[in-house]
């Protein structure tokens, strides 16, 4: 997968992605990634990038034709045309369902906006999708950009090292994840769950999925109520409940 991150700091997206998972994919040619940025586009000895906003009222906005032309420079660069993301708090909210299907794409080109935004012009002209991160403000697009590039980065086949981790993730189900614990056994925390140290699978298969059942239940009802539970999850759910309760 081929992401592009047009930004004013494009170093800053490729430093977030340089280790870990995210830099694991790109040794393995999973991810390649580009940094473009908008100032060597831009016209004049200052390279501007930004002017003041019609209407009067504080801040600058990002200018179109240093946009529009760094976007036509970062297509011409690579024949599979790029899905452009704009990364704005008026975006559509992402969750791991968006995530996996930008995950499937061959090629990403993520919007990075400074100031007050960008001139709502090359948006409707250039950008396909808004993406929202989570309902707050942050002072650039860049911080939003790294989140997706890790999100799909370590959807990518190859990226993670134990295979099908991805596909125990939480959220990969709908649901929260289970508690993890590791040595030692016995600590002043508390002890290790029997059934994890019982070697039988299927109970803690069972008590894993028992525990995100209840957890989402408890955290997150929002992510229950637009779906219908199996009769084993349900049962699964009324156990936990009725435990909780004693
Ligand atoms: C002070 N202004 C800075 C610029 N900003 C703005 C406005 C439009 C586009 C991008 C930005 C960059 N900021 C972002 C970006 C994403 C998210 C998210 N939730 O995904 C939150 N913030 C508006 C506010």
Request: aromatic letters at 6%; charged letters at 25%; glycine letters at 10%.
């Amino acid at each position: 997968m081929r992401i592009d991150i047009v930004s004013l700091f494009p170093e800053f997206v490729e430093q977030c992605a340089g280790f870990g998972v995210t830099g694991r994919a790109r040794e393995r040619g999973l991810l390649d990634l580009h940094g473009w940025n908008p100032r060597d586009w831009a016209e004049g000895n200052y390279r501007k990038v930004d002017d003041r906003t019609f209407g009067g009222g504080p801040g600058m906005v990002m200018l179109v034709e240093p946009l529009r032309r760094c976007l036509a420079a970062l297509r011409q660069a690579d024949p599979l045309p790029p899905r452009v993301v704009y990364l704005s708090p008026q975006g559509r909210p992402l969750d791991q369902a968006r995530v996996r299907e930008l995950a499937a794409l061959p090629r990403l080109a993520l919007l990075c906006g400074r100031y007050e935004g960008v001139d709502e012009r090359l948006v409707q002209a250039e950008v396909d999708e808004e993406i929202s991160i989570g309902d707050y403000v942050l002072s650039g697009g860049e911080l939003a950009a790294a989140v997706v590039v890790d999100a799909v980065a370590r959807l990518q086949e190859g990226a993670l090292n134990d295979a099908g981790s991805a596909s125990q993730d939480s959220f990969e189900d709908g649901l929260l994840d289970c508690p993890h614990y590791s040595h030692p056994v016995e600590h002043a925390y508390g002890t290790v769950p029997e059934v994890l140290r019982s070697g039988n699978h299927a109970a803690i298969a069972r008590w894993r999925r028992q525990q995100a059942l209840g957890r989402t239940w408890q955290r997150r009802p929002d992510l229950l109520a637009g779906r219908v539970l199996s009769k084993a999850d349900q049962a699964l759910l009324d156990e936990w409940r009725r435990e909780q309760g004693r």
